[in-house]
C-alpha cells in the first residue's frame, strides 16, 4: 500500500530536540520533494520546511532557521526532520507531504508534538 508515515513525535521540554521521519512505503522519495507542513490548535496548517528532489535544495520557514533541519536518508525511503531548541510555539502536529509534478500528492497522517515543562 502506497503511504506516507510519520513518526518521532512526543513531549519534549522546551529547548530540547525531537527528530520526525517522514517514512514511504510503496515507493522511494527520491523522485519527490518533501515538505514539513504543521498545525497548532485553531490555527492553520503552515509550511516547516522542504527538500527539493533532485537538487536537494532545503528551504526553511523564518520561524524555524537555524533551529531545524531537514534531511534524507540514503535508502531514499525516509525524511527527517530535526528540530533543536524548540519553544512552545512549535507545538502542533506535524504533517509530511510529497509532490512532484505530474505525480500524485501523498500526504502522511500526522505526528503530534508538545512542548511544555
Known amino acids: 500500500q502506497v503511504r506516507l508515515v510519520e513518526s518521532g513525535g512526543g513531549l519534549v521540554q522546551p529547548g530540547g530536540s525531537l527528530r520526525l521521519s517522514c517514512t514511504a512505503y510503496?515507493?522511494?522519495?527520491?523522485?519527490?520533494?518533501v515538505s514539513w507542513y504543521r498545525q497548532a490548535p485553531g490555527k492553520g496548517r503552515e509550511l516547516v520546511a522542504n527538500i527539493g528532489s533532485n537538487s536537494g535544495r532545503t528551504n526553511y520557514a523564518d520561524f524555524v532557521k537555524g533551529r531545524f533541519t531537514i534531511s534524507r536518508d540514503n535508502a531514499r525511503t525516509t525524511v527527517y526532520l530535526q528540530m533543536d531548541r524548540l519553544e512552545p510555539e512549535d507545538a502542533g502536529v506535524y504533517y509530511c507531504?510529497?509532490?512532484?509534478?505530474?505525480?500524485?500528492?501523498?500526504w502522511g497522517q500526522g505526528t503530534q508534538v508538545t512542548v511544555s515543562s
Open positions: 507531504k510529497a509532490g512532484q509534478m505530474g505525480r500524485p500528492i501523498y
Open positions: 510503496g515507493f522511494t522519495l527520491d523522485d519527490y520533494g
